[in-house]
């Protein structure tokens, strides 16, 4: 990302500025937007509102994404997989910045408590970087696989006129399985219980208000 090198102060500097960013800013994406021009169709009140929650769901997943991976990248010890992260916490851009373009057309906002799920994932990146670099990948490995798992349920789930939604889902779904076997391929190890399933009754209490709020 960077050819210099850099100070403890400038990755402070550079993560704080990434993290305001995500969470206050309006994120840019690098790739179009694959819902493209697939035509909105007119939902009614009450798919709108749900494909908004399922949406927010999304969008709060990719706020978590970016925060896990910087705070992964901040403490990783081999430069090549602090690149992996930083390239993976890119394409979440993406990802992010599609969520919310599609949050806008469905007339509604990003979760209101986005500043404490960054910090929450920054913190525990953080921790899970501190381990070292297998258990970094391992949890990469474990994140993407949850995500991918919940936007399988949310294209069961959105309504079937929602294909600009879909749309986006069905390229972060690739996208994030290929976050996942790349991951594996640098050298991920196997998270240990209960790791796994604290992760995924953590995302179960996050799905439950970002829907909502
Ligand atoms: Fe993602
Ligand atoms: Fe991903």
Redesign the pocket.
């Known amino acids: 990302m960077h050819s210099r090198r850099l100070t403890p102060l400038d990755r402070l500097f550079d993560q704080s500025q990434r993290a305001l960013e995500t969470v206050f800013g309006a994120p840019h994406a690098e790739r179009a937007n694959p819902a493209g021009d697939a035509a909105e169709v007119v939902l009614d009140d009450t798919e709108r509102r749900h494909a908004a929650g399922l949406m927010r769901i999304n969008h709060v ?2 706020v978590c ?1 970016q925060a896990l991976y910087c705070g992964q990248a901040a403490v990783a010890r081999d430069p090549a997989t602090r690149e992996h992260l930083l390239h993976a916490a890119q ?2 851009t993406d ?2 910045a599609w969520c919310g373009d599609r949050l806008r057309e469905l007339d509604s906002r990003p979760s209101l408590f986005n500043p404490l799920w960054y910090g929450g994932s920054f913190a525990i990146g953080v921790l899970a970087g501190l381990r070292g670099d297998g258990w970094n990948l391992g949890f990469v490995v474990e994140t993407e696989r949850q ?1 991918e798992a919940h936007i399988d349920e949310h294209l069961d789930s959105l309504p079937p006129a929602d294909i600009r939604s879909r749309a986006i889902l069905e390229v ?1 779904k690739a ?2 399985a290929r ?1 996942a076997d790349n991951a594996e391929a640098a050298g991920a190890r196997v998270l240990p219980p209960p790791i796994p399933s604290v992760m995924a009754a953590a995302s179960k209490f996050m799905k439950a208000v970002a829907y909502r709020l």
């Open positions: 997943g990719e994404a394409e979440e990802h992010l995500v972060m996208d994030e976050h």
